[in-house]
Structure formats: C-alpha cells, structure tokens
C-alpha cells in the first residue's frame, strides 16, 4: 500500500516521482511503522531522536504505549506537517508527534534574522510554524487538550549529524512566541537500519521489515561498516546469456540475408 | 561462463562495491569532521584524479578518492583524507587511508591559497622517505603550502564506524603542522 499515492502526492502517470521522492521514502518507512505494532519501530526509531541541548524523545516517554494514530500530511492552520501521530500512552495520556521529514530538499521558509524576528508577529520558518501547530492540534485529533503530556516535532533528514544551524535558527523562532518548553528533537534516517537489524519479530512483520531494511539498503542509508566483496566462489556457474554457440550461427545467417539486401539498394538507386 | 569471464564479471562488480563503501567512509568522515570544526569545500563532487587517455588506461578507473577539510577557524590550516588504492604508477597496493595536515601560505590579500588535489597523493608516494603504517611524517615547503604532517594507514584495520574515528578522524584532527 503506496500512502503517498492515497494522498495525492504522486500524479496519476507518475510523472512528478523524482520530485515526490521524499514523500514516497516518508510514505514507505512510516506505512511499515503503521502496519507493525508501534513498540517494534515506532517507538524505538522516536527514541533515537534528541534536542540541541541533549534532551531526547526517549525522557518523555516512561510509560508503556498502547496504540499509534497516524495522519500523513495534515492540513492544519499554518502548515502541512509530513507526519502527526498520537501516541496513546497505558496511562491514558498522549504524546502527540509531528515529523517533518527531508531526504534531498532544505527546510522550507528562511527563519528571520536575530533583528527581524525581535518584530516577527507570526512564524516563518516550516519547523517553527509546524510547531505553533503541533501545540494546536489536539483539537484535529479529538484528544482533550488535558490528555496531552508532551508535543513533540522530530525533524528527520538524511544527514549524517545533527544541522545544528538550522536546529539552533528554528528553536529561536519557536522561543520568540512564548513557547514554554520546546521539544524540537531530530533524528535521520540511518538510524533505522541499526533498530531493524536488532529486531527477531516472526510471522508477518518481519516480512514488512525486510522490505523496508532492502529499501534503506538500497538507499544508501547506512553509516561505514567496512567493505564485504564477492569471492570468486560465489560466482554462479551458469552463463546469464540464453545459450552461446548456436546463436553466434544464426547470427551469420541473418547477416548474409542482410548483404543480399544491401546490394539490391546499391544497385537499384 | 568460462573462468576469465566469471573473473571479470566478479572484478566490475566488485568494483562498485569498492566505491560505494568508499563513499560511505568518505561521507561519513566528512561528517565527523565537520562536528570537529571543518569545512568540506568540494559539495557532493569527488575528488581525485582520472584519465581517459587511450594510452593510459590504468587511471580510466578512479584510482583513489580524497577529501579535504578547511579548519573553520583557521583557514589556513588544510586537512586531507584519501582512500587510495595504487600507487602513482598505477601498480595496485593494499589500499591505505592517507591522512595529512597542511600549513597553506597566504597570497597577497591574507587569504590562503589554493591547494591541489595531488597532495596527498604526492606527498605520501613522492616526498616522504619511509613508508612506516600509523606514524607521521613531516616536511617542509613545497608549492602552496608551508609545511605539512602525512599517515598511512591500512584500509584493512578500519572496519567500522569506532575504527574511522580512533585511527583516522581523531588523529587527523589532533595532527599539528
């Protein structure tokens, strides 16, 4: 089930996939996360995520949780977020979550200056108007605002380490609208491989997990972990070509056909 | 499939799995370097030195893959890290890491002056005398820089993400001029 086709992100004759590759990887990992139970890689891959000043997901969450309620590209006030989830927790509270996820673009909508943010009346950069949201959005999930523990945004990218400017830049901004705690946490998307391989689910998730580990694989998203080459033992021993003899002699007798016509069109013109 | 083709079939093959892993130590490098203070000026190009001369078919393969990193805080200070797989006559070698640390001059406007690619090639196959793994060398003035620190160290003792910070991230970062 392609999530991102559902909600409209690639056109009917896939013309705008290249465009559309972030949504389709956002699409992939988090439709895996919602067919497996949340504890098998939801949760572990929000724990992998902290803040600049060394905060992390993982301090907010010392309750079990029950169930995971995803929305792919909401619309809310002042933003289309990638991802809102709400965690349901065994104590019956919520962790509500947004991700904003990047694999080749840049955040979009520059933060403000040190200067022009001391006059900034409403929020500019993405991060920082997806988090005016997420602090808004237990009303779109019909959660009583009470019910809520934290509000969380995870910015996940493709890089290697954490973009401390423009982490540092988008915390600003959220602090300049009288945010009183701010959970901006990032993490990326290598950090999943590690979660996958750690994993012995059996029955039918494991085969969602397989998939999604050849699709990171494939991807690219892994750190360095040394160069493993084929030996020549492993090669197959069988030719990839059909046959090799019989059809070198075809092919003469296709080229003498060939000559023949050859010298009726020299003669004839 | 007869033997010589499997062979070469297995070498292309292997090949690309060569340069992927190498991209992945490039890039992961890079990032380490770059939480340690530096600047990689060459975006996603690769830099090395290629040929597709007809009469030089040796370096028609990327011979081996460097990048530099300019101290943020002192521009004039230049590191270097090359995974290098021949030596500057083509002949294949255990693969090395080459690691190096330049003093660049500066030209008239206090400005540090361009570095070439060669460097770390040069440096560690022409001007250092020994050919000692895992210590340093140094030398003196030679084109745009003032003085410069060189290691090698074998590809085979990095096998891992621990391993590239230890022998080579840390080092380079620590390595003096």
């Known amino acids: 089930m392609t999530i991102a086709e559902i909600h409209g992100k690639i056109s009917g004759l896939g013309s705008n996939l290249t465009d559309r590759m972030e949504d389709l990887l956002t699409s992939d990992v988090f439709t895996a996360c919602k067919y497996l139970k949340p504890q098998t890689l939801l949760v572990p891959f929000l724990n992998q995520s902290f803040g600049l000043k060394n905060t992390k997901f993982t301090n907010l969450l010392n309750v079990p949780v029950v169930s995971a309620e995803y929305h792919f590209w909401p619309r809310l006030n002042r933003s289309e977020p990638d991802v809102l989830i709400s965690l349901m927790l065994e104590s019956g509270k919520y962790i509500v979550v947004i991700i904003e996820a990047k694999y080749f673009s840049s955040l979009s909508g520059d933060s403000p200056t040190e200067e022009n943010l001391t006059i900034a009346t409403a929020p500019k950069g993405q991060l920082a108007r997806e988090y005016l949201d997420l602090l808004e959005s237990a009303s779109f999930l019909c959660i009583p605002s009470k019910k809520v523990s934290s509000y969380v945004l995870i910015y996940l990218t493709a890089h290697r380490m954490i973009p401390e400017d423009s982490m540092r830049d988008s915390y600003q901004e959220i602090r300049h609208f009288n945010v009183p705690t701010i959970n901006l946490f990032w993490t990326n998307w290598f950090a999943l491989i590690p979660i996958i391989k750690s994993l012995s689910s059996q029955d039918q998730e494991s085969l969602i997990i397989e998939d999604l580990h050849l699709l990171l694989k494939r991807k690219r998203f892994v750190h360095y972990a040394g160069y493993i080459l084929d030996s020549l033992e492993k090669l197959p021993t069988q030719s990839i070509f059909k046959s090799d003899s019989i059809h070198v002699s075809s092919y003469y007798l296709s080229v003498q056909e060939l000559d023949d016509i050859g010298t009726i069109y020299n003669g004839g013109v | 499939m007869k033997k010589q083709m499997e062979t070469i079939k297995t070498t292309f093959g292997n090949l690309f799995t060569i340069y992927t892993e190498t991209a992945t130590l490039l890039l992961d490098a890079e990032s380490l370097m770059e939480k340690a203070g530096y600047t990689c000026p060459h975006g996603n190009t690769l830099g090395t030195e290629q040929s597709k001369n007809m009469n030089n078919p040796g370096w028609w393969i990327t011979p081996y893959a460097a990048r530099y990193f300019i101290d943020k805080k002192h521009p004039h200070i230049l590191k270097g890290l090359g995974v290098f797989f021949v030596t500057q006559y ?6 090395l890491i080459i690691i190096a640390s330049f003093d660049m001059k500066k030209d008239d406007k206090d400005e540090p002056m361009d570095f070439g690619y060669y460097y770390l ?3 560690w196959f022409n001007l250092v005398t ?20 060189v290691m090698a160290i074998p590809l085979e003792n990095i096998k891992d993400m621990d391993a ?12 003096g001029v």
Do not use: Q
């Open chain 2, 90 to 95: 083509y002949e294949a070698i255990e693969p």
């Open chain 2, 130 to 149: 020994g050919d000692e793994m895992n210590k340093e060398y140094s030398f003196g003035e030679k084109w745009n820089f003032n003085k410069a620190k």
């Open chain 2, 121 to 123: 090639r040069y440096i």
């Open chain 2, 164 to 175: 590239l910070i230890k022998m080579v991230i840390d080092p380079l970062v620590e390595m």
